[in-house]
Structures are given as structure tokens and as C-alpha cells.
């Protein structure tokens, strides 16, 4: 056995991200490990890359055991790993990428020349093939990962541990991906994949191991497993189609004309075209592998970003090109992707977290009507159980779940007649999960029109009436909730056909 | 609920009150090193700031040029903005208010409020310039607002020291004396300090409601916390980054105003770059982590330590720049322990491979 | 004096620049491995000071300088140890830093030397003024390139060096990677901190050699607040240089000319408020042309849009 880690358990303060977790690795094997957001698969990986200590248990490379305190040792005992959000320098040249920590030296100089040519030598036998002297930041997605493989390579990995690796790829640039993985384990390289695309997993890899919760709940042959038995082991339960009040939709709130973003300088539009109607009293789901136009999407109907060409109207109201202040004040409420970059200010308190977006209800004639806000805010932590030392807490020593309710609270309280939820259940409990979606389906049924926005499709499947494909910038399919199906929903995604 | 407060109050005097302890340590070894006697020295320390009544007030005089720079430094670093340009906006201020006083015509009351305006606009439209630099051309406040004080301190130099100096005066590079109808009144007989210090006051108190109470203020909180997150609530960050800069230069510009109606009764050139006014605001500011009421109490500490190294320079053999080497380290210790929350927001670039 | 441009403008442009390069290199070595070092200020103030007091007690301008390199590289390592240890705001702790200099110096002025607002010593010798054998005899370019101190020449000397340092040796690349990425850089194995304190130290002791540049070589004295805010002019030069050592010599050499010109002004006894004015002026125009890299602008603001 290559790599064996027994019982691993990784606590920070109360929480616990592993618990004697059992992993093992042959070489030439491509072994997956499979888990919801906060399964603990980062983390297990990260304890394999010395960037994190086990709080207890042992790994083991050749059967001698190993302690690795810092990536550099993980480096020199062999693994590599290519990190979600890559590891490159965008300003500097393919071979200083992949050379860099072991560069070819002639005395104190980095011979640039020598390095470009044993980067040329390296992606010939391993048969990827990039151009050393390009400069990172004009690459494309799939190139750059291919750097970061050849980097880890490099650095003489017999283990590659890849993080997501085709969240952000097209099809094409995924299909590639898995055929070079394949390659390569026939060379002698083992990988480590870690993912939530089940279909994916199934295709590329040996054998797959289950987390949930910090556990391993099971670790299969992938031949001898399919799809719903992997989902089952994941979420712990069969999926439910939640019981959704038939709702006849009325008028369209949110109106979304021909909408283009322009990218870079010859690059694709972010947003191509775009035209699509939410309506109200129905849910109209969004669903896309991220980075194929979603946060623009977002951004170009709160007004966060200015849209190239078209139209876009919120309650009859035509409100291109206004401020994000002048969306509000069309009715609109937003439940942002990224809680803490956009959602919340980590340093103030909760009450004043729950103020934003909504000041002119709290407020009467500029000033902050204290005790009503205390008042309210009281309100929303009974009502959506957000567990917080006092309304003055800092927002930051909340937990993901608990800001994540209260960021729902905040953005459903108010009435609006137009809400977007943006992964509004990313990395929170099943708890929280439900009181979320639960908000989610009452606003349907008091007549809001709802646009979410989710990478997880069993989330869309469960709340949408309606779901629309985003495919690099453009609305590559539509399907109603009756029709829709995980597959189906995922060859759209893919850029294939509408069946 | 309430009682939690009197904690998260209670820590938030801890670390000033640990640094001013390293302070004063520091200023022990450095009194040491040149053979003074450290507790002789902070005894005339203390007797120089507080010693008696004339000492207290001329402390209290001394620091009400560093409140207000220390209230608009606080209300820009609130807000996010790195604002240190609170001595060209002071000079400016007191410029416009020494020639406000001058030349507007009719009685006392009127030239008063005229000089009070005028100082006030002069202040904040010089910071506001640098506002608009950021926000039309994403220049550097940091570095715009210091180059603006040179240019600001050279200016108010040549107009005072050629066009507007006083005529048949003494030769010195100043404006001609105010009347008296313009004087800011003394609050004690035969005493330095005057109404600015009360006005200092209340617009502390005024500022801390402001910042707290009002729809504006939450803002301007919100937009120095996370500016993310204030746009994405639809707060405007162009329009209140330069109404913000706008009011820290016209606190910065009262603390000009007030040295001219109230001590100097003229502008007279480096009568505020060289006791460091604006500086000692900063620190007082830093000090309080731009809290306004502590920033009271941080500039009146500052101004001690300075009218008390006069003390200090008159009756013993230690110079009076103890002080300053007491201040400097004070505000070491405190800055080593700042974490601004603006500090750690380079994720974004981590992530700059991985979109392309 | 009767002509507002000569040959001996450029000379004196060489000579001012001197200071504000070597400052100006410290702080594109910081600004490459991501910390904005607005202490050069404190740390020039500081060195011109001990180069002062190393002089008077060692009586020798080459142990003075050392004396003065070990001072400020002391200070650099304290700002470094609050900025990168302590992870405390750079800005703010360089601020005060500068505070810490403005008043330890004036402070010891008085306690080491008893005097206030200057010191200075007519025995004192200060740098030498090298002529440069060959080149001294050749018109013009012999009256500017020689008879120069030490320092102007090493700044040059330096200049190249880093230039060299940071673009061709390994060294110098892993130092750009760690400003380029930190996370990735550390993610490799590189030696972050390593970096950051060394780029920290040698900020440390270019300031301390323009210190004494300004105040064993231009004069020989040492006055209070004499750097009269060159550090920050050094400070926007390494932003127009774009932190590369040549960008940041040319640009050094735009604000020396400058300063040499605003000099040559007073001479035709027009106020110098406006000459004086100038390259602050001149700065601003010149940043609203060249937009600063993205690693500055981030340090330098408190917000990140």
C-alpha cells in the first residue's frame, strides 16, 4: 500500500472536521473522495499536505510512518497537490511556474533558458503539453490546472492530490482533464480526487471513498456502485421532493431583457444575451458549473454591475443601469453568494448586520429607531433559532450557519416582492438547511418571485418550479420542475443538448 | 445584554491602558539612559500638565486643536479612508478664518460665524479634493493627502509671507491682528482656555451619535468595515466617501479655526506644522481606535504629555522631547495590536489564477 | 547663476538624487514582497542622525556609516517584527515608527549632544568627494559624473545591482513570487517571512545610507525633521518605478532634477514657496498618468474596491 491514513480526527476548538477517518491509496490508483460542502474532505487532504496536524492518528507512506509539518515535507515524501484555487503566479512565465522552488541554477542565476526546456522535456513525457514562455495570466482555466500538474510533477509527486479539479473547466477541458489522469496512473502516478460530481468520479477513478460529517461512511469499488447508492452515503438519506403548494404563477416581477456583460479585452461576453422572466408566486432556479456566468447574472440584476446591452425591470420598473440602492428600492432583496465577502461586516454586530439593505423601515428622518430594531432583530433570533451571545455579538464570531440565517432574516423579512438566493444553504448544517428553504417556499406562496442561484442541483430539483441552465454566459436550456431531471439538468450544464 | 457591554468596554480601555504603562516604561529608561531622575521627572510631569489650575487649562488649551484633528482623522478612518491630510486642511481652515475674520464685514458675531464657515469649508474642500482624486482618478489617499499638506503649508507660506502679510508689522510671515470683537471668549479670568474646547466637546459627543444613531453614520461604519457589503446594501461609495472626507476636513479645518480665534488671533506661517498638531491627532485617533469620545480623551492625554514635557524641560536637566519618545512608542504598542478589519483583504488576489 | 539650465544643474541633480534612491530601493524591495513601507521616512531620519552621532564617536565616516546601518537595521527589524510577526497594519505601524524617529532623534540631539535643532561640528570631516581619475578630465561630463561622495556612486552601484538581483538570480524571483502571491508562495515551501524580513532589513539599511548621504554628505550637520519628507518622496518615486529597481531610478532621478531646479530658482530670488512646491505638484500629475500597481493600491487604502 502506497499511502495509508488510520484514524484521523481533526478538531478545532469544539468542532470536529474528522473523526477517525480511514484512507488508503495504491500506487498507480485514482481513489475519489466524495462529500457534501463540510464533509471534511478538505480538510483530510490538507492534513495529508502537512498544511494541518491531526489531532490524532497516524499516516503511513511504504508502510513507515510519516509527519509531515509543513507542505515542504509533504513535497519531499512525494505528494503533490493542485489546490482548488490555483497556486500560480499570473504575471510570471509557464516554466517559472512550474520550475519555481526547484529552479535550474547556473551559480546565483536562474537559468531561465535551462528551465524552459526541462518544462518542454516534462509536459513531452507526461504528454500535456503547454507553451513555457506564455505568461500564467493569458492562459486559459485548463492550461493553468495543466501547469499545476506539471508543477506537482515536477516536484517528483508519486501522489497528486487534486481539489475540485473541474469545477471551473468546460466539458471539453474536463474530458481532457480525466483522459490525462488516466494516462498518467498507467505511468505510475496515483491521484486523489476530490469532488461532489458523482458522474464524474464514476468515470475516472477506482475506487471512492464517502465522508459525511467527518466520517467515512463507506468506501466502494466504483464499478461495483452507481449514482443514487454514492448520493445516499453522502447526504445520509433518500433525496424527498419536498411537498410544494401548487401555485398558479401572476404577474412577472423581474424582467430580464437580451442582458450582455463583455469580458476582457477578445475574451467571451460573461453573460450573453440573457432573457428570462421570474414571475410571481414561483421559484425559478439557476443552476450552472460555477464560473459560467452565475455571479455576473447576480450582479447584473442588483445592480452591483453594470450590464453591457438589454434591459432589465423589477416591478415594472425599468431599472437598467441604476444603483444597487435603486434596486432595493424597487423591491428587491438578495441573499448574496459569499456571505462574508458581500452578506455581512465581520467586525460589527449582529444587529447591525441585519440593518443593511433595509435602513429607510429602521429609520425616520435619518435616524435609527434603536428600539425597534432590537425589537426586530430579537424577533429573527427566536424565529429563525440563530444561536448568538447578545444582539451585539460581533457578526464574525457567528458561526456559517447561524450568519448565514441571519443574513435569510434579514433579506426575507421586509416583504419584497423580488428575492434572489444565492447558495443560500453553502456550508450550513441540514438544520439550517431546512429553516432556509422553508422561508424559501413561504415567500413563494405569499405571491414573491424568487431566483436561486445554487451549484447544488438536489437543492434546485427540490425548490424550483422552473429551472434555467447557465452555460458559459448563455441559457443553455430550460425545463420545468416536472421534467427535470439530475441527468438532464446536467448535460445542459455540460454545453450537450436539450433531449 | 447590558451587562456584556460593560466587558467589551472594559477591554476596550485594557489596551490603552497598557500601552500608555509601556509608554511611560519606555520614557523611564530613556529619562535613565540620560541621568535623570525618572520619578523627579514624571512628578514635573504631572505638575506640568495638571499641576495647577493655569497648567490644566493650558493642557486643556493645548489639546483642543488635536481633538478636532483627532475627530475628523477618526470619522475618515471609520469611513475606511485613509486621511492623513488633516494638516494642510488645518492650515487651510485657519487661512480662510484668519481672513473670514478680517475682511468680512459687520459685527463681531457675524465675523465670528463667517471665520467658523469659512475655516470649516476651506478644510473640507481641500480634503474633498482628495476624496475626488480617489474616487475620478483611484489616486492614493494615503499619499495624495501627504503631498497635499506640503502644497497646502507652502501656499498659506507665500500668500501670508507676500500678498496678504500684515502691513508695517513686525516682519514675520503673518496675517495682520483680528480685531477683538472676533476673540473667541476665555472660559476662566486670566486663562488660556477658551469656547473652542466646549464647541470640541459637544461636536465629540455630536460625532458619536452621529456614527451611531443616524442612518448616515451606520453607513459610513458599514462602508469602513466591509465596503462590500455596503455596496451590496446600496450604500454609495463615491457620494459618501467624499461627503466623509468633506466632514473630516472641516473638523480638521476647525482645529485650524479655533487656533486663530482663540490663541493666536492671526494666522502666522508654521504656527500649526510645527507643534504637530495634525500628527498628534493622528496618534490620539489611532490611540482610540477612531472611536470619537476616546479620541477626546487620547488628545487631552497627548497634549499633557506635551504641556508636561515643558514642565519636565523647565525644571529638570531631561529635555522636553521625552515626550515625544513617551508618545511615539505609546502609539507602537497600540498600533502592533491594531487589527483594523481592513487589514486582511488580499484573499481576492489569491484567487487572481484561478479566474482567468 | 545667470542661466537657469547648466551643466552643473545636473551635476547637483545627481547629488540629491542619491538619498532619495537609495531610499526609493528600499522601499521597492518591500513593495515586492507585499509590505507598503511608509517608515522610510523614520528610518532616513534615523540613519542621518546616527551617521551623525557614529562620527562623532568613532571619528571615522565608514565606521559611522556601519554604526548607522546596525541602528536602523535594528528599527527596520522592529517594524518588520510588528508588520509581518504581529501582523499589524504596515501603515499604521509605519506611521508611528516615523513618530518613534522624529522624537528619539530629537530626543537624543539634546540628551547625547545638549544642543536643540542642529548639531554641528566645524572640526567634523564628512564624506569624501571622489574624483573619478579619466572621467574628471573630461569636459562637462567630468564636471558632472565627478567628484561625487561614495554614497551617490553606490546608489547607482546599487541600483544596477538590485536590478540584476531581482530579474536574473533565483533569489530575486522567489522574493517576487512571494509579493506576487503569498498564499502560493507559501504553499511551495518558500521561506515567506525569510524574504519579507530580508527585504525589510535591506529597506533598513538603504535608508540608513541616504540618511548618511544627507547628513555627512550633502552637509555635515544634523538638523531636526532634516529628511523634511523625502521618505515620502521616496515612497511615491518606487510607485512611478513600478518597484523595479531601473523604473525607480529613473523616476528618482525625475523628482532629484526637480529638486535640483526648485534650488537653482531661489537664485533668481523668486519666492521659493512656489520652487519649493513643485515636485509635490509634479508628483500628483505624475500619478494621475501612471496608475499604480494593484499590490500598492490595495496597501495603500483601507478598502478594497
Redo the contacts between chains.
Sequence with gaps: MLLQMKGITKRYGSLTANSGVDFSLEAGEVHALVGENGAGKSTLMRILYG?EQPSEGRIYMNGTEQSFS???DA?AAGIG?V?QHF??????TVA?NIV??R?P?AG???DRKAAAEQVKALSEKYGMPVDPWAKVAECPVGVQQRIEILKVLNQGAKIVIMDEPTGALTPLEVEWLLKAIKRLSEQGISFILISHKLHEVLDSSERITVLRDGRVTGTVRAKDTDALQLSSLMVGRELVKLEKKHMVPGQPILDVQQVTVRGGKGAKPLLDQVSFQVRAGEIVGVAGVSGNGQSELLQAVTGLRRIDVGKVALSGQDVTGRSPFQFREAGLAHIPEDRYMWGSAKEESVTDNGLMGHLRSFSKGGILRKSQIRQTMADWVRSFNIKTGSLDTKAGHLSGGNMQKLIVAREMAHGTPFVIAAEPTRGVDIGAMETIHEALLKRREEQGAILLVSSELTEILKLSDRILVLFEGRIAGELTAEEATEEQISILMAGGEQR | MRRLNWSTYAQALLMPLAAILLGLLVGAI?IW??GGSVLTTYQEMWKGAFGSFYFTTSTLTRAVPIIFAALGVSLA?RA???N?GAEGQMIFGALAAALAALYVPGPGVVKMLAAIVAGMLAGGLWSTLAGW??TK????????T???N??AS??A??LV??PLKEKGGSGGAQTAMLDKSVWMPKLFDGMTLHAGFIVAIVIAVLLALFLRYTTKGYEIRM??SN??FA?YGGVN?GRLMLMSMMMSGALAGLAGTFEVLGTQYRYIDNMLSTPGYA?SG??AT?LAGSNPIGSVAAAILLAALQTGGMGVERNTEV?L??S??I???L??F???????S?????K???A??HSA | MDTLLDWSLLSSTLRTVAPLLLAALGGALCARV?IFN?ALEGMMLTGAFTAILGNYLFGNVLLAILFACVCVGVLALLFGY?SIQ????A???G???N??A???T??S???IFGV?GQYYDQTMKGLPKWDIPLIKDIPVVGDVLSGHTPLVYLAFVLAAGLQYLMF???????LM?VG?????A?????RVRRYQYGAVLASGILCALAGAQLSLGQVTLFAENMTA?RG?IA??AT?LGQSSPLGVTASSLLFGFMDAISIRLQGFSL?T??T??LP??I??VV??FF??K?????S??????
Design positions: 498544511e509543513s507542505p515542504s513535497i497537490m489546490h497556486m500560480l503566479f499570473p504575471s510570471f517559472e519555481i522552488g529552479e541554477k546565483v542565476t536562474f | 530613556a539612559t540620560v478612518f475606511g479612508f485613509f492623513l482624486l480617489d482618478f483611484r489616486m492614493n489617499l494615503l499619499i495624495t501627504l503631498l497635499l506640503y502644497i507652502l501656499f507660506g507665500y509671507a507676500f462602508l469602513g465596503p462590500l455596496a461609495r500628527w493622528i496618534m489611532l529635555p522631547e521625552i515625544s519618545v508618545q511615539s512608542s502609539i507602537l497600540v498600533s502592533a495590536r491594531i487589527t483594523f481592513f487589514i486582511k483583504r488580499k481576492a488576489r489569491a487572481d489564477g | 507585499g511608509v510588528l504581529l501582523q499589524a497594519n501603515i499604521v505601524v506611521t508611528a515608527m513618530f518613534l522624529t522624537g528619539l530629537a530626543f540631539l539634546f540628551a536643540k536574473r538570480t533565483v533569489m530575486g524571483f522567489r513570487a506576487e502571491n503569498i498564499t502560493a507559501k504553499s511551495l515551501g518558500i519628507g515620502f515612497l511615491v510607485m519666492p514657496h512656489f519649493m512646491m509635490y505638484v508628483t500628483i500619478m494621475l496608475k499604480d494593484s499590490y500598492l493600491r490595495q495603500g487604502r483601507m478598502d478594497s474596491k
